[in-house]
């Protein structure tokens, strides 16, 4: 797959409309891991659930992720990480949120993260945690159910 097979805008291209009921979803990869097979199959998954979805590429800082998610009024932001600087990178995601005030969207972590890692991930402010080995049933459930419960589809 590639990044032209989901819907990707470059920097400063700001959407036109969100389209009411319909989920947005930034998928990313943050700091220096550059594997991201895995992130653009959970992009397809989410796709195909009816998401808006807008992949970041390789190794975005988390004040770009926040900013392009704030610039495309997302739902959530999605990361997956590899690299096992998974603590510090959320916990500077969470600070980016705060620090533009868009700690409403939320985020969600995916890909190699210890069980022994979810509670600092927690507490910087990541939402859900979606296991490496997941279904495409859980992820989109796990997307889908975070907005629900705000209300907002």
């Excluded at 998928?27 to 992130?39: E, F, Q």
């Excluded at 004040?63 to 009024?73: F, H, K, S, T, Y």
């Excluded at 916990?91 to 969207?105: F, T």
């Amino acid at each position: 797959m590639t990044d032209s097979d989901m819907t990707a805008r470059a920097p400063g291209a700001a959407t036109e409309t969100h389209a009411p009921g319909m989920i947005r979803v930034l998928v990313a990869k943050l700091g220096l891991d550059g594997h991201d097979r895995g992130a653009k199959i959970v992009a397809r998954i989410l796709r195909d659930a009816g998401m808006e979805v807008i992949y970041t590429g390789l190794y975005k800082s988390p004040i770009e992720v926040v900013r392009a998610a704030v610039q495309e009024d997302v739902d959530v932001i999605g990361v997956s990480l590899l690299s096992g600087s998974h603590v510090p990178l959320f916990r500077e995601l969470g600070r980016c949120l705060r620090q533009e005030q868009a700690d409403h969207i939320f985020v969600v972590a995916g890909g190699v993260i210890p069980e022994q890692d979810y509670a600092a991930l927690l507490e910087s402010g990541v939402d859900a945690i979606v296991p490496q080995e997941a279904r495409a049933d859980l992820i989109v459930t796990t997307i889908s159910d975070l907005v629900a419960a705000r209300g907002q589809i």
